[in-house]
């Protein structure tokens, strides 16, 4: 069966993934897009042979849309993900599942009423093998019991649009997720402290800035955020257990002498960073959809988790940078809470 996919939004990843899905990933047709610009929505649906539709709900309610894709801007998520679930279709939502914690909440309380998982966000690095292999080495019990997580997140440059929030909201929110999902344990509380900042940044960013939260079960975590650290984009992450340390893999890189120098290139844009991992999700998750089953990534659970922790983050930062607690609400049965 080839599951047929609607798109919501042709931007930037939008258009990444409709080459995805059109080129890498087997038994998936793009064959519905919409965007506001609809001139974007008719030259993409052209270009790949799809239909471009008016809106969101003509979209979801088209006849030969299976699952649904929602790459628009984040604050049109919500509306999208449950016109989705009304229609009881599932939905591949990019991050952030919404941009308010209540529209989270909405989100999973309509699953819930529908009775089965139909959502999926897009936190990608769940899919990257070096995060796979970490995953593996911490749940083989190899370095015992986690006590601390170090962490980097770095980008070489962001636009002028980026502001100080984003930090948590854009950049942090992926190792929130991973994090989450490595240690299998919550984030309840998150403190923001800012160091001397770079003079190559606009003036409103506070950039570096360092995040540290703490897990349930008491494990530290410190991440620095440096999104314009000018020499590449480098993502760390050193888990120290009981008995030994566990070190996310840099990427697969000739190593290079000459000159009386050694050293390998620093891969430069995210989308090369975790271009096989966005492979790997969207293959398992047309495979999920075929299958007819629940979807087996993060839950619209872990996209509210994700808003709830990165809300405390961005309220530490701007009070004064004491640490916040979480507020989470209880877990529904339907995500793994008491029945
Ligand atoms: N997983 C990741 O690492 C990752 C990376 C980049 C972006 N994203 C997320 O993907 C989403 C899109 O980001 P982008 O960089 O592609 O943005 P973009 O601005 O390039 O593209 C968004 C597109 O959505 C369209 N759009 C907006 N509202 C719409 C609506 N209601 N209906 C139909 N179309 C609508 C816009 O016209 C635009 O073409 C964001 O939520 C962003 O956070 C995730
Ligand atoms: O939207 C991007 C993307 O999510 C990247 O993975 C992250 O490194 C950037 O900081 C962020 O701005």
């Known amino acids: 069966m080839t599951v047929r996919v609607g798109v919501i939004g042709a931007g930037m990843i939008g258009q990444d993934h409709i080459r995805r899905l059109t080129d890498v990933v087997a038994g998936a047709q793009v064959t519905a897009v919409t965007d506001i610009d ?34 628009s801007w984040g604050p049109t998520h919500a509306e999208h993900v449950l016109n989705a679930i009304a229609a009881g279709k599932p939905v591949l ?36 093998a070096g995060y796979r292999q970490l995953k593996g080495v911490l749940d083989g019990g190899t370095i015992g019991t986690p006590l601390m997580v170090h962490c980097a997140h770095r980008n070489p440059t962001v636009p002028d649009a980026y502001h100080s929030a984003m930090a948590a909201q854009d950049t942090a929110v992926h190792e929130i997720d991973v994090l989450r999902w490595l240690l299998g344990d919550e984030i309840v509380s998150a403190q923001v402290i800012t160091p001397r900042a770079t003079s190559r940044r606009f003036e409103h960013l506070k950039d570096p800035q360092i995040m540290l939260f703490e897990t349930a079960q008491g494990v530290r975590i410190d991440l620095e955020v440096f999104v314009n650290c000018q020499y590449g984009y480098d993502i760390q992450c050193e888990t120290v257990g009981e008995t030994g340390l566990a070190r996310l893999p840099d990427p697969a890189a000739v190593g290079i002498r000459t000159a009386g120098q ?41 996209g509210y988790a994700a808003t709830v922790i990165t809300d405390a983050t961005v309220r530490s930062l701007e009070s004064g940078q004491q640490p916040v607690t979480v507020d989470m609400k209880p877990r529904p049965a339907l995500h793994g809470g008491p029945a």
């Open 38 to 71: 609809s001139g974007r929505a008719a030259e993409t649906a052209v270009r790949v042979g799809a239909r471009a539709l008016p809106d969101g709900p003509a979209l979801i309610a088209a006849d030969d849309v299976d699952a649904v894709l929602v790459t």
């Open 93 to 128: 939502c990019e991050k952030p599942l919404a941009t308010t914690a209540e529209d989270c909440l909405r989100i999973v309380d309509a699953e819930c009423s529908y009775g089965r998982r139909l959502v999926q966000v897009g936190f990608m690095r769940r899919y990257d």
């Open 262 to 302: 050694h050293g390998s290139a620093v891969l430069q844009d995210w989308k090369d960073r975790f271009g096989d991992a966005f492979d790997t999700e969207f293959r398992e998750w047309i495979a999920s959809v075929e299958a007819g089953g629940e979807p087996t990534g993060p839950s619209a659970w872990d």
